[in-house]
């Protein structure tokens, strides 16, 4: 498909990308190539007019499943922490670009990030501007998968994109199983009644209660984030 012939498809997108998929092959940190691949498809979704929202994980510095003698609450908060700074990275290279981004955090941290407030995220929207929603639901025990479908749903999203390490949602670990089957479309009560892993169950009854579509897609592959914006067959796509 050629570039110039791009038309969105969704007028607003929440994309979840985990923080792991930052990391890239060093496996920590953020690498520098895989955020600038990420923000160069960012400027043009945005230059499309699309309003963009992003919920950022934090496996590539914390997963509170680390500290498995700490306590949970603890751990989870310090995940949180962990967003912040993956969202910090992002709005400074997004910014680097010329499109104004704003942080809100679920946690108040004034100094840093503007508290989570619906009415101002909307607010920006119509301002141009992209919004990155940080320290997921601002509660442990709650995954970022589950932040991102609430985010989506408060703000009317017309889709949750889901960036992953790999290219959807297959019935068994590919990187384990070669013979894994990959589904091109499943349904939400799919992914409840088969327990599949790709987004936790919280998350799915959530997108399916609100009639939200959920893709779910390889971050990697070449322009990923712009052909899932403009509709184009790929991934697994999780519908009612």
């Given amino acids: 498909m050629a570039e110039k012939a791009m038309v969105p498809k969704y007028k607003r997108i929440l994309l979840k990308l ?4 930052l990391a890239g092959e060093q496996k920590f940190g953020l690498n520098e190539n895989v955020v600038s691949m990420v923000v160069d498809q960012l400027v043009k979704v ?4 699309v309003e963009i929202a992003l919920v950022i994980g934090g496996g590539n510095f ?3 499943r680390q500290g498995t003698k700490m306590d949970r609450t603890t751990a989870d908060h310090m995940g949180m922490l962990a967003t912040v700074m993956n969202s910090l990275a992002m709005m400074d ?3 680097q670009k010329g499109i104004p981004t704003r942080v809100q955090t679920a946690l108040n941290m004034v100094s840093v990030a503007e508290p989570y407030v619906l009415r101002k995220a909307l607010h920006h929207f119509e301002k141009g501007r992209i ?8 509660n442990p025990f709650c995954s970022t998968d589950t932040a991102a479908a609430q985010r989506a749903c ?3 999203a017309d889709v949750l994109l889901m960036a992953k390490n790999v290219d959807g949602i297959y019935d068994s670990d590919p990187a384990t199983n070669p013979s894994a089957k990959k589904y091109d479309a499943l349904t939400f009560n799919d992914i409840l009644n088969k327990g599949l892993k790709a987004m936790d ?3 799915a009854t959530m997108c399916m209660e609100n009639r939200i579509p959920v893709l779910a897609f390889a971050l990697g592959e070449k322009d990923s984030i712009l052909r899932a914006v403009c509709g184009e ?3 697994t796509l999780i519908t009612n």
């Fill in 18 to 21: 985990s923080g792991e998929a």
């Fill in 46 to 49: 945005h230059e499309m007019g």
């Fill in 62 to 64: 914390w997963r509170g």
């Fill in 93 to 95: 290279a997004i910014e």
């Fill in 131 to 138: 919004v990155i929603m940080a320290c997921g639901t601002g």
């Fill in 154 to 156: 408060e703000i009317a």
């Fill in 201 to 203: 169950t919280t998350a």
């Fill in 233 to 235: 067959k790929m991934g």
